[in-house]
């Protein structure tokens, strides 16, 4: 089976800048699901993850409230 994912971007505002806000689950750090289907959405989920968090400029991770910076540039005064 071959995996396809295409990524549609919107039109130009004019700008050449977007504020876009993604909010997804985080679903690869616990157990592997034993029912295939879930296996599946656990799998295409993480890599739409990874394909998202590659193009974008930052990327953070909530980890009991408090948010994690996983990609972008330091900001002084960011802990």
Known sequence: MNKKIIFVTGGDT???????????????????????TARKF????????????EVS?????MVAGIPMKVKGKHVSGDD
């Open 14 to 36: 004019g700008s050449g800048f977007c504020s876009l806000y993604i909010v997804s689950n985080e679903v690869g750090m616990g157990i592997v699901p034993e029912n295939e």
């Open 42 to 53: 656990r799998d295409m989920a993480g890599i739409v993850n990874q394909k998202i968090a």
């Open 57 to 61: 400029d930052e990327v953070y991770m």
